[in-house]
């Protein structure tokens, strides 16, 4: 029935949706994402256009990049989520010392405030994974900001990309076009396994 073939569109995509149950070949199948019908915004939103700005970050000091983006509810549409600013800090040269570890921590995470701030305006809230939990409860912490730790398990991640693909495509999420975050966007992949959800790493 058609709330049936909805529900997978959402969960799968179109076009794996049009591969695996419609019996076409498509080209690109198994992207996650399929942004062709998205608009993006062409430069990030003010702190002004939202309230309840939320800080998600992906934390990472040595090796990957830490992720950092600011996310709204639009002062004007309720129901409609705006992004703000969007960084990925790379970490630098490899260090070995704690004390020089260490230092780049609190330096990354400076970085990171520093972004948060023209947005403290408004409320804002730090949320994080439990990837480095205690680095960010102990900075962010000193700095009074709200923080939440979220234990991100398989289906949670799935159900967050649903969700995020499904905002995206009916524009209750409004992005901008970030080129990181974008390319991030179509490396997402599925897969015919028990982990529907595909990350490839990239540099």
Do not use: M
């Amino acid at each position: 029935d058609e709330a049936w073939k909805d529900r997978k569109r959402a969960e799968v995509g179109e076009d794996v949706f049009r591969q695996e149950y419609g019996a076409e070949f498509v080209a690109g199948a198994g992207q996650f994402f399929d942004l062709r019908e998205v608009e993006f915004e062409e430069a990030p939103f003010r702190p002004e256009d939202a309230v309840s700005w939320i800080v998600g970050t992906d934390a990472a000091f040595h090796s990957d990049r830490f992720g950092v983006v600011l996310v709204g509810e639009s002062a004007s549409e309720p129901g409609v989520f705006l992004v703000g600013s969007v960084d990925a800090i790379a970490p630098g040269e490899r260090l070995r010392s704690l004390e020089s570890r260490r230092q780049r921590e609190d330096a990354t995470l400076q970085r990171v405030w520093e972004i948060i701030e023209p947005y403290r305006v408004r409320p804002v809230k730090v949320v994080g994974d439990q990837h480095q939990s205690d680095g960010l409860r102990s900075f962010f912490g000193r700095k009074g900001a709200e923080i939440e730790i979220i234990n991100i398990t398989g289906p949670i991640q799935t159900a967050g990309f649903v969700s995020l693909r499904a905002r995206l495509i009916d524009g209750s999420l409004r992005c901008w076009k970030h080129p990181l975050l974008l390319e991030e966007l179509r490396r997402v992949r599925t897969a015919r396994t028990a982990e529907p959800i595909v990350l490839p790493r990239f540099a």
